[in-house]
C-alpha cells in the first residue's frame, strides 16, 4: 500500500508540476530535482531497487571478535592459525588492518628469506623445526581449493656458519644444543670446510657449524601471498588503514608483590581510512599486536608503558624499527649452486640468489653504526668499508664482484634482548604479542602465529612452550640470551 500510494503520488503530482515553472528555478532544473528525489523514494520502498548512498565497502566492520593489527607474515600466521584451530568452524570473526597495502616497506618482503635451525635457545631452535616442516610441506596446510598450488621456491642448501677461536667454543655448544632438539648439525674443521667448499678461505676460522638439512632460503613474497589467499578463503577479513586509537575499560588491583596496578581491557580500536580523514570504531575481543618495526607504537596507543619507570605499569614494550641494507652483486667465478647461506665470524653474510652467479648479502651494523630509521635509502658506502672487505677475505672470487642493486628494510628490533615477544600483556589483559624477533621473525612466523593463537583459544602455549618470550621478563629483567643473532 505504501508503495502504491508513493508511486501515485509521484506520478500524478511531479509530472503534473513539471508542465509548468516552479518559483526559483526553471522546469528542467525542477525536474532534474525531483528525479532525484524519486530515485531515492524507490530506494527505500519494499522490493525497489537499494542504492547506497555512500560506498562503504572500504571500511571495516563494526564488529571483529579479534582485530590484527599488521598483515605481514606475522599477523597473517596469527589470522590462518587462529581460523585453523576454531571449534565451531566460523565461529571467531577475524579483522586484519594493515596500512601498506602494496607492502613496499614491510619487513616480509625486504628480507634475504633465510631459514635455519642454528639458534642457541631451545625455543628458537623449536620455532624453526616446526616452521621448515610448515614451509616444506606448503601446500598441505594452504592450498586452496581450485587454486594453483603454492611455490615458495625453497631452496634447501643449508646454513654455513664460521667461528674464529674466539667463538669457537660458544658455537661448539651451539650445535650441542641443537641436536638434543632434533637439528641435523655438524661441525667441520678448517680443513674439512676447505674439502667442502673450495672457494672458501678458512684463514682465521677456527670452527664451522653446517646445517645438513631442513635449512636454506625461499621467497618471502610468494609465502606472504599464500597466506593472504589462503586466509582469505577461510573468511579473514581485511582493511587497508592505521590504527590510531584504542579505547578502553579500566579497573584496579593489586600484584603479588603488593604494587598496585591497572589493568585495561580494550572494547574498540580505531582505524584511520587510507587517504581519508574518515575512522571507523571496530568494537573488539581480542587484539594482537603483530605490527612489526612499529609495534612499540601500538603497544603505547594502548597505554603500555605509561606508568612510573621501574613498575610493571612503567615498563614499555621495547621494541623499535631498525634499518638494515641489503645488497645484491654478481661475480661470475664467485661460488656454485652448492653454496649455503653463509655467516662469516665478522658477522657479514651472503647467500646465492638465482641461476646467474648472483648475490644476496650485508651486515649488521654496531650500535655505534646504526644509521637513521627515518627512510629507507640506502648507504653504499657501507658495503664498501663494512661488507665487501671480510666477503673478499673469506671468498677471494669476490675481489671482482659487480654490485647490481640494493635495498634498506626493517627489522622489528627488541632492544632489551633481541628476541621475539610473544603470548598477552599482564596489564592490557586483551592485547597480545607476536613482535620483536629482530631478524629472524619471517622464518618462524608459521610457529609464532600458532602459538599466539592457543593462548587466545586455549589460554596457554600447547605445543612449544614460550614462556621465556613473554613480555613480563621486560619488567622481571630476565633476558633470553640467543647467541646467533643476525
Known amino acids: ?202 684463514e682465521g676460522v677456527a670452527l664451522a657449524s653446517y646445517g645438513m638439512e631442513h635449512e636454506g632460503w625461499f621467497d618471502p613474497w610468494s609465502l606472504l601471498q599464500g597466506l593472504r589467499r589462503k586466509v582469505q578463503s577461510m573468511g579473514v577479513l581485511f582493511c587497508q588503514g592505521e590504527v590510531t586509537r584504542f579505547v578502553s575499560s579500566s579497573s584496579h588491583a593489586e600484584t603479588p608483590s603488593g604494587e598496585e596496578v591497572t589493568l585495561k581491557r580494550v572494547h574498540e580500536v580505531h582505524v584511520k581510512i587510507d587517504h581519508s580523514l574518515e575512522y571507523q570504531p571496530v568494537e573488539c575481543a581480542i587484539v594482537i599486536n603483530a605490527a612489526g618495526a612499529w609495534s612499540g607504537q601500538i603497544a603505547e596507543l594502548a597505554g603500555v608503558g605509561k606508568g612510573p619507570p621501574g613498575t610493571l605499569q612503567g615498563t614499555k614494550l621495547p621494541v623499535e624499527p631498525r634499518k638494515r641494507y641489503v645488497y645484491l652483486w654478481n661475480c661470475p667465478q664467485g661460488p656454485g649452486l652448492e653454496t649455503p647461506f653463509v655467516i662469516d665470524a665478522s658477522g657479514a653474510y651472503f647467500r646465492r640468489e638465482g641461476l646467474g652467479n648472483n648475490y644476496l648479502g650485508g651486515c649488521s651494523p654496531t650500535e655505534e653504526e646504526e644509521p637513521d630509521p627515518e627512510n629507507l635509502e640506502v648507504d653504499h658506502e657501507f658495503f664498501q668499508d663494512k661488507v665487501w672487505p671480510p666477503l673478499a677475505q673469506r671468498v677471494p672470487a669476490f675481489e671482482s664482484l659487480k654490485v647490481r642493486s640494493a635495498w634498506a628494510g626493517y627489522y622489528d628490533y627488541n632492544t632489551f634482548d633481541q628476541n621475539g615477544v610473544v603470548g598477552p600483556h599482564p596489564l592490557v589483559v586483551n592485547m597480545y604479542f607476536a613482535t620483536g624477533f629482530s631478524g629472524h621473525g619471517l622464518q618462524q612466523a608459521p610457529a609464532v602465529g600458532r602459538a599466539v593463537a592457543e593462548m587466545v583459544l586455549h589460554g596457554n602455549f600447547q605445543t612449544i612452550n614460550l614462556s621465556p618470550f613473554l613480555f613480563n621478563r621486560f619488567h622481571l629483567g630476565e633476558k633470553v640470551h640467543e647467541h646467533n643473532i643476525i
Open 1 to 202: 500500500m505504501l508503495r502504491r500510494s508513493l508511486q501515485l503520488a509521484l506520478g500524478r503530482d511531479v509530472l503534473g508540476r513539471g508542465l509548468g515553472t516552479h518559483r526559483g528555478g526553471s522546469t528542467l532544473d525542477w525536474n532534474g530535482k525531483m528525479s532525484e528525489i524519486k530515485k531515492k523514494i524507490q530506494s527505500v520502498l519494499p522490493g525497489g531497487a537499494w542504492t547506497q548512498l555512500h560506498d562503504t565497502s572500504y571500511l571495516p566492520p563494526e564488529h571483529s571478535d579479534v582485530v590484527i593489527v599488521g598483515g605481514g607474515v606475522m599477523g597473517l600466521s596469527v589470522a590462518y592459525w587462529l581460523k585453523r584451530l576454531e571449534r565451531p568452524r566460523g565461529a571467531i570473526r577475524v579483522l586484519v588492518v594493515e596500512r601498506d597495502h602494496t607492502y613496499s616497506q614491510a619487513s616480509t618482503v625486504l628480507s634475504v628469506g633465510g631459514i635455519r635451525q642454528q639458534f642457541s635457545v631451545p625455543e628458537n631452535i623449536q620455532l624453526s623445526l616446526f616452521s621448515i616442516d610448515f614451509l616444506r610441506n606448503i601446500n598441505e596446510y594452504l592450498a586452496v581449493v581450485d587454486d594453483p598450488p603454492l611455490d615458495i621456491q625453497f631452496n634447501p642448501s643449508g646454513y654455513l656458519l664460521l667461528a674464529s677461536e674466539k667463538g669457537a667454543a660458544v658455537l661448539e655448544s651451539n650445535v650441542r644444543v641443537q641436536r638434543q632438539e632434533g637439528a641435523k648439525v655438524c661441525l667441520m674443521s678448517p680443513e674439512q670446510l676447505r674439502n667442502k667448499f673450495p672457494w672458501i678461505n678458512p
